[in-house]
């Protein structure tokens, strides 16, 4: 299993931006994701990138705002999230998959085999 550590959440408000980062025991052939929970709501795929880097999937609702990406060189993947806005306010899960990506965007967390620790942001109005 890939050892993952989330970094980055903190207060944040209306508007602005925030990068989270997770670094990663080794994971050069996992499809990884960013998953969000908040109170009330069920956990979601919010964004996922190939093991590649070259693809990557969002959720609608946050499209052209969060920007998933990887760097496999240095077992490091981030997301740069701007224009946050107050329902963005969750805690984020970098997630790993050794399944194919066709099935990891389905967004199943059951398809993710290690997760981190998860980091909170909160975005204020």
């Known amino acids: 299993q890939v050892q993952l550590t989330e970094s980055g959440g903190r207060l944040v408000q209306a508007g602005g931006s925030r990068r989270l980062s997770c670094a990663a025991s080794?994971?050069?052939?996992?499809?990884m994701g960013w998953f969000r929970h908040s109170p009330g709501k069920e956990r979601e795929l919010g964004a996922a990138?190939?093991?590649?880097?070259?693809?990557?999937n969002y959720v609608d609702s946050v499209k052209g705002r969060f920007t998933i990406s990887r760097d496999n060189t240095k077992n490091t993947l981030s997301l740069q999230m701007n224009t946050l806005k107050p329902e963005d306010t969750a805690v984020y899960y970098c997630?790993?998959?050794?399944?194919?990506?066709?099935?990891?965007?389905?967004?199943?967390?059951?398809?993710?085999?290690?997760w981190g620790q998860g980091t909170q942001v909160t975005v204020s109005s």
């Open positions: 990138i190939s093991w590649s880097g070259r693809n990557t």
């Open positions: 997630a790993a998959s050794g399944r194919a990506w066709d099935t990891i965007v389905g967004g199943n967390n059951l398809d993710f085999g290690s």
């Open positions: 080794g994971f050069s052939n996992d499809n």
